[in-house]
């Protein structure tokens, strides 16, 4: 096993219909180390940057208002963001978290349970967790400085 750091992001619909303690309270669950925690206005540049690789499909303009909290009126585009620690943190976290489209999401997952798919196509699905360990690194790096992460391991690397 590797010892990992994975980034999460509390999406707007989840602080909307306030998910965070509920989601926070699954990823504690999973003995995984809490490492870092803020809560971060998403610019455009910042969205944009974070979700580079998807720029070339065609959500990819609603995907940037949705994580700015354009569809759920969220107050200066905050959302939580978060960082954990741990053996094999990625894969574990991604358990957690679900399938992507809330619809595939087993149940019991953060996703197969509060996520969900709007009349409109969007996909509603309470968390990001990033993929695999060259997105979680990027990710990481994106989104908190070395000195916002409290680790003993991987937080100056």
């Known amino acids: 096993m590797a010892i990992e750091q994975t980034l999460i992001l509390i ?3 989840g602080a ?3 998910l965070t303690g509920l989601a926070i309270d699954r990823l504690d669950a999973s003995g995984l180390q809490l490492v870092a925690a803020k809560v971060v206005r998403v610019t455009e540049t910042l ?3 974070h979700y580079k690789e998807l720029s070339d499909k065609p959500f990819f303009p609603n995907l940037i208002r949705y994580i700015q909290g354009e569809f759920h009126a969220i107050p200066e585009n905050r959302i ?3 960082v ?3 053996d094999d943190a990625i894969k574990r976290v991604r358990a957690i978290a679900g399938a992507t489209n809330p619809e595939q999401a087993d ?3 953060i996703r197969g349970t509060f ?3 709007t009349t409109q196509g969007q996909f509603e699905n309470v968390i990001h967790a990033s993929g695999n360990a060259g997105d979680a690194v990027r990710e990481v790096k994106l989104w908190f400085t070395a000195d916002e992460i409290v680790s003993g391991s991987l ?3």
């Open 16 to 18: 909307k219909r306030r």
């Open 80 to 82: 939580l963001a978060l």
């Open 11 to 13: 999406k707007p619909d």
């Open 115 to 117: 996520g969900r798919v």
């Open 84 to 86: 954990y620690e741990g």
């Open 47 to 49: 969205a944009k940057e």
């Open 155 to 157: 937080a100056k690397a």
């Open 107 to 109: 149940p019991g997952t």
